[in-house]
């Protein structure tokens, strides 16, 4: 998609197809699709070269067809949603290690503008999840299984003895208010959609560690989250299947029971156990 001149930094170029001041994003799998232009498929890579604010797009790998419309976002919250929906597509596969896209293509994808693109892939660069290629694009970080056991180690010394803590503080009754969401992990898992049970996991594990009053620590948690669930070098979509995601949906249902009687030994085990097999 070629980008014309911009009127000012962000502007977002017109599109005939969408009312005005409106963009769209595609919905992840698993949310309901809405809105009167629901399934509308953005057009893939071409194939002459195209040259954007110095990104060329002629030698990227073709991208999977964009999924069926979500509902129409207002212009001035969709950078977050392309920052999300990106994370989405890292989380499922979609954006594989070790490639380079352009921000012209990727909002060919998801019927935008490079600009919020652009925008959102800087923060995934903050993030350490791609880094910028000049005159290019942005690469997704290629890792290796040594540095998911890191972070599974260091999710474990923060995260452990917090619970520990929270599990001989905590009265029963507030363990209890978790259980909705960790049923709606194991609904989550069952659809079989990684990027779908991701986000219930980080919800799980938010509600958990707010309960310490210490919200520097949520944040950390969350970083650390991120970055567990992004895939290995040669992994693909679908690694895991959904017994394995059910699994580790189970784990929470379990987490709050041993918090709830107060067994720290059990707590332990199953903190340590789910960080393990996260990835």
């Known amino acids: 998609m070629k980008q014309g001149a911009q009127g000012s930094?962000?502007?977002?170029?017109?599109?005939?197809?969408?009312?005005d001041g409106q963009v769209r994003v595609p919905r992840q799998p698993g949310v309901a699709d809405a809105g009167p232009n629901a399934g509308r498929v953005t057009p893939g890579v071409s194939g002459a070269a195209e040259v954007v604010r110095g990104e060329h797009t002629h030698s990227e790998p073709a991208l999977p067809s964009a999924p069926r419309g979500r509902s129409v976002v207002?212009?001035?919250s969709v950078r977050g949603q392309i920052v999300d929906a990106l994370r989405a597509a890292l989380v499922a596969g979609d954006l594989r290690p070790g490639e380079v896209y352009s921000a012209p293509v990727l909002g060919e994808r998801f019927g935008v503008s490079a600009t919020p693109v652009r925008e959102a892939m800087q923060q995934l660069a903050i993030e350490g999840?791609?880094?910028?290629?000049?005159?290019?694009?942005?690469?997704?970080v290629e890792r290796g299984a040594r540095e998911l056991a890191e972070l599974a180690e260091v999710r474990a010394l923060i995260e452990v003895p917090v619970m520990l803590r929270l599990a001989r503080t905590v009265p029963a009754e507030r363990w209890a208010e978790l259980r909705p969401?960790?049923?709606?992990?194991?609904?989550a898992a069952s659809s079989g959609c990684r990027a779908t049970y991701v986000e219930s996991d980080r919800r799980f594990h938010r509600a958990v560690l707010s309960l310490s009053g210490n919200e520097q620590l949520v944040q950390i948690a969350e970083d650390l989250h991120r970055r567990a669930q992004w895939p290995l070098v040669g992994s693909g979509p679908g690694l895991r299947g959904r017994a394995d995601l059910v699994a580790d949906a189970?784990?929470?249902?379990a987490l709050l029971d041993a918090l709830i009687a107060r067994d720290l030994d059990v707590v332990r085990s199953l903190v340590g156990e789910h960080f393990t097999g996260a990835g």
């Open 129 to 140: 999840a791609v880094e910028v290629v000049p005159n290019r694009g942005f690469r997704v």
């Open 250 to 253: 189970h784990e929470h249902t």
């Open 181 to 187: 969401l960790a049923e709606a992990t194991v609904r």
């Open 9 to 19: 930094a962000g502007a977002e170029a017109p599109r005939a197809d969408v009312p």
């Open 74 to 76: 207002q212009r001035s």
